[in-house]
């Protein structure tokens, strides 16, 4: 009688307080399970330790309770009910938690603990969702303050959420040798099929060193300034989505969108991209331009020019991206130029070594968590310019932070001896000429082995091409069009007139 008369009490207490307002998300029935569950068979807590912590539990008398258990475990000492009663009374916590029998009746409310991960798994939940809504409040309030600066706000949401998502959502479950080996035997067959296990880059000597860009992987590709960063990613991308109409996307954060894609345009139809800047077209060069751009507005490209772009907003764009587009590369122009705000003060690092490794581990976070190449260009400090000899870069070099060189999978380098005023290869017995050339460099390759190959570089229409291809590559455009040149009268007077009205070559999207 005392019980049911207990139970009407409480059902009439919380009827009040839900008729006055709302009460905080929890689960308190499983809180108790779980700590009558831990104290009664110590298998239960090797399951969840490793998941819980004493803030999830809503109940302040649980988390006194947790922490004593928590402190047992990590010192190696068994966790029962007596063991638990002495820690607290160490700690002079057994009375804030209601005393001896408090912690008596919660090994009474269970028998096993059969179920304790999915119990402890709702109890995070209701966790996170206290936590949303604590954000949500703050940030309710700061909308409502003069002060507040809106984009500050915004890496103030973002970083707060990212937080959560790092911290709380455990999705992982641990894999079976068994269900590893059968998913690396068809890894093994789709190469042996395809030829290559990842994204081919378009590069041959590249892309036979490291079989395509692997899923997951973060590849640094580090120059100095000049030495054709951007150039060669775009030659990548074309490789890519012209070539294999792969989906894939590029944050460009120094160069417009329109600038990248001029160049684009200037290295899928061979005509110099100062030709195009001056608008010196002949008739020919428009018809070329026109033919080749129908073939380029339809490949699967996405660029993104935001400034100052934060890792929050990267991974938000990436997830969004991936799920509406199916993107399976992203390009990143330039790490340095990212920002980042600190995701547990939202206060904005102020040590830019500190900073860029926190951005450098994020980038190889979201290509682990989105299973998804990611590259990212970056600078090279000044210390490749004062050495004497040869300007070869090495990892020592990565500008800012090694911690690039650290979190990397592959780290590539760009090295043009013609930039320093070289006109032949510093290592080559033969005296070979460095003009139009490049020296690709592997410098690190977590998976693989280190080499370096060569390139042949035209600077005039933004491109890189395999050696092997130089010749057809130089010389194609320029036989067409003189063969051209002599069926045509005149080809050099203005432009043929063009009708943007038409639908084949107006409205169309080149950007998303």
């Given amino acids: 009688m005392n019980n049911i008369r207990q139970e009407k009490t409480n059902q009439f207490y919380l009827d009040s307080i839900m008729k006055k307002g709302k009460i905080p998300p929890q689960a308190l029935d499983l809180e108790e399970a779980i700590i009558g569950a831990i104290m009664i068979d110590k298998k239960g807590l ?90 949500s409040s703050n940030i309710i309030k700061k909308c409502y303050e003069d002060s507040t600066d809106v984009f500050d706000l915004l890496d103030y949401a973002e970083s707060k959420l990212f937080e959560i998502n790092q911290k709380y959502l455990i999705t992982k479950k641990y894999e079976t040798t068994q269900g590893l080996i059968q998913k690396a035997i068809e890894k093994i067959k789709k190469t042996e099929k395809e030829g290559l296990s990842g994204i081919s880059s378009g590069f041959h000597r590249l892309d036979n060193i490291t079989s395509g860009w692997q899923n997951s992987d973060l590849i640094i590709l580090a120059s100095r300034p000049g030495m054709g960063k951007t150039t060669f990613m775009l030659s990548m991308v074309k490789n890519v989505v012209v070539d294999q109409k792969i ?95 600190d995701p547990g003060s939202g206060s904005r690092i102020q040590n830019r070594e500190q900073e860029i490794s926190v951005i450098s581990r994020s980038l190889k ?115 067409d069009y003189k063969k051209n040149v002599l069926d045509k009268e005149n080809f050099l007077m203005s432009p043929p007139y063009i009708d943007f009205n038409d639908e084949d070559i107006s409205n169309e999207k080149i950007i998303d």
């Fill in 247 to 341: 989906p894939i996307i590029i944050f460009s954060l120094e160069m417009s969108s329109i600038q990248l894609i001029t160049k684009l345009i200037s290295s899928e139809t061979g005509i110099s991209s100062e030709k195009m800047k001056r608008a010196n077209l002949s008739q020919l060069d428009w018809e070329h331009l026109l033919k080749k751009t129908k073939t380029l507005k339809n490949a699967p490209l996405f660029i993104d020019d935001t400034p100052s772009l934060s890792i929050f907003g990267l991974r938000a764009k990436c997830r969004r991206l991936i799920s509406q587009h199916g993107i399976k590369l992203v390009f990143i122009d330039y790490m340095q130029l990212m920002g980042i705000h």
């Fill in 46 to 135: 090797d399951e969840v330790i490793d998941i819980l912590f004493p803030e999830i539990f809503y109940k302040k008398e649980h988390q006194e309770i947790f922490f004593a258990i928590q402190k047992l475990y990590h010192n190696s000492k068994p966790v029962d009910l007596y063991t638990v009663l002495n820690e607290l009374r160490k700690i002079e916590k057994l009375e804030s938690i209601g005393g001896e029998l408090y912690l008596i009746g919660l090994t009474q409310k269970v028998i096993s603990s059969a179920h304790i991960e999915y119990h402890s798994r709702i109890v995070i939940q209701k966790f996170i969702l206290r936590k949303l809504i604590s954000i």
């Fill in 365 to 479: 976070s979201i290509a682990k968590e989105l299973d998804i190449p990611i590259i990212a260009l970056s600078q090279l400090s000044r210390a490749v310019e004062t050495r004497g000899g040869s300007k070869r870069p090495v990892l020592s070099d990565l500008r800012e932070s090694g911690a690039i060189e650290q979190d990397a999978d592959i780290v590539l380098f760009i090295y043009r001896p013609e930039y320093y005023g070289f006109k032949i290869w510093d290592s080559d017995e033969d005296n070979d000429s460095c003009i139009g050339q490049a020296e690709i460099i592997i410098a690190k390759h977590r998976n693989g082995g280190l080499d370096k190959f060569r390139l042949k570089f035209i600077s005039d229409q933004a491109q890189f091409v395999n050696l092997e291809e130089k010749e057809e590559t130089s010389l194609a455009w320029e036989e």
